[in-house]
């Protein structure tokens, strides 16, 4: 069993630029959402997909935007980045499906820095 | 929105005694409450939950309470090791399911002394 895979693990880049964070989903689950973690503090819920589209969002400007594919891997776009993004993202899988727990099984995380 | 407040922010125990670190939410709707493990520069990874249909929950060295009426849940773990020193997060789930994603508390850095 695979787990959650992140990429790339640290990124710069200056205020004004976009970047693009890539997620694998652990194998079997079907539902992948975006935390960011700025330093010092808990995760924060970006947005969550299931079936391609996003069914969850939490307190994040539209510059934050993501897509899930049919292998269940997702992106998180940022346009416009502001110094205040330098955050770790975290990507994290879970099965929506009966049965499952709704258990979220995080990755390693991108660490951005905004410059 | 729902709000989850963490406490202590640090907390230092001797090796082999017992650390409780406490949470409390605002939305009476949620109903699931994982507690996470971060050690440094790791992913959180969950050590244990409870939903709101029950009361306390157990495994091994590490227990959750949660107490509905008063919205606050707790971990407890007893015979802390030096492997326990860490982060951990405590956040709670409201009863859209995923869609409304967790929200975490800011973490209690446990410090376990030798």
């Known amino acids: 069993e695979t787990g959650v895979t992140q990429s790339p693990t640290h990124l710069i880049k200056t205020r004004g630029q976009q970047v693009t964070l890539r997620c694998s989903s652990q194998s079997g689950h079907n539902t992948v959402s975006w935390y960011q973690q700025a330093l010092g503090q808990g995760p924060q819920f970006i947005f969550q997909y299931y079936r391609e589209e996003e069914n969850g969002r939490g307190n994040f400007p539209p510059r934050f935007s993501g897509l899930q594919f049919p292998n269940y891997s997702s992106e998180l776009n940022v346009n416009a980045l502001e110094l205040d993004d330098s955050a770790l993202y975290l990507c994290?899988?879970?099965?929506?499906?009966?049965?499952?727990?709704?258990?979220?099984?995080f990755g390693e995380g991108s660490r951005l820095t905004v410059l | 929105g729902e709000n989850v407040e963490q406490h202590p922010s640090t907390l230092s125990v001797q090796e082999g005694d017992s650390a409780v670190i406490k949470c409390t939410y605002s939305d009476s709707a949620s109903n699931y409450f994982p507690w996470y493990k971060q050690e440094l520069g790791k992913r959180p990874q969950l050590i244990i939950d409870?939903?709101?249909?029950?009361g306390e929950k157990k495994d091994q060295r590490i227990a959750v309470t949660l107490n509905k009426t008063a919205k606050h849940f707790s971990l407890h773990i007893t015979e802390t090791q030096p492997e326990d020193s860490a982060v951990y997060f405590c956040?709670?789930?409201?009863?859209?399911?995923?869609?409304?994603?967790?929200?975490f508390g800011k973490g209690t850095h446990l410090i376990i002394q030798p």
């Open positions: 409870i939903r709101s249909n029950v």
């Open positions: 956040a709670a789930r409201g009863s859209g399911g995923g869609a409304d994603g967790l929200t």
């Open positions: 994290a899988s879970s099965s929506l499906l009966a049965g499952g727990t709704g258990e979220l099984f």
